[in-house]
């Protein structure tokens, strides 16, 4: 396991690693990550200190600092755990797909999929994510151009590479109601994997070199 939410998944489900593979500090800091989603549960995302996360996992304050130098760092750990475990989901489902069009389709159905799933599981911890992403525009920004990167090849593939960035625009602005964790806990139930496919295909039909 390579990426970081692979690891706090596999950890939280009782995997055992071994130190040779994972450092102490590696092993304190999902930790870290695991008490702070217990916190986030309990108060909507409303407070989250370094101290209550420590006092929680019975440790000092002062010791909490060899593992993070301050609240905003656990933060954005917090933040690329969750988006590192959406991408890697939707990464799989494109990498399966061996038609352009069908990669597309799976990168749309795969996001929205990751998220509502996300969204039904845990409602107040998915709520409590969006209200600490409102101060994490940075990593926002990055998971957003990691997703695009994912699926740019096949964009590529079906426009022809002058015409990729404009496709990929068209197609991140027509399916954003089925990416964009707002939307999706706003709407959540009247999405559909039938209405994102059927958007996707359209947008397929549009941006495909005939």
């Known amino acids: 396991m390579t990426r970081t939410g ?14 040779g593979l994972l450092s102490k500090k590696t092993l304190m800091r999902q930790r870290f990550v695991m008490a702070a989603e217990e916190i986030l549960r309990e108060n909507g995302g409303a407070r989250l200190a370094l101290a209550d996360v420590a006092a929680r996992l019975g440790m000092s304050q002062s010791n909490s600092y ?17 988006f590192a475990g959406v991408e890697d989901e939707v ?7 061996s038609e352009p069009d069908g990669q597309v389709t799976a990168w749309v159905l795969r996001t929205m999929r990751a998220k509502c799933e996300r969204y039904d599981a845990d409602p107040s911890l998915f709520l409590a994510y969006l209200r600490l992403a409102g101060g994490e525009a940075e990593a926002v920004a990055r998971h957003v151009g990691r997703l695009r990167e994912i699926i740019r090849p096949a964009v590529a593939t079906l426009t ?20 964009n ?7 959540r139930a009247t999405l559909s994997e039938k ?5 996707a295909e359209a ?8």
Request: glycine share 2%.
């Open 91 to 97: 990464t799989a489902a494109v990498v399966a797909e």
């Open 66 to 82: 060899r593992y993070f130098p301050d609240r905003q760092a656990l933060i954005s750990m917090l933040a690329e755990n969750w």
């Open 160 to 179: 022809g590479e002058t015409e990729a960035e404009d496709a990929l625009i068209l197609l991140e602005d027509a399916t954003i109601l089925f990416r």
């Open 203 to 210: 947008i397929i039909q549009a941006i495909s070199q005939h």
């Open 181 to 187: 964790p707002f939307l999706i806990a706003q709407y």
């Open 195 to 199: 209405r994102a496919r059927q958007v």
């Open 6 to 19: 692979s690891i706090a998944r596999a950890y939280a489900a009782g995997f055992k690693p071994c130190l």
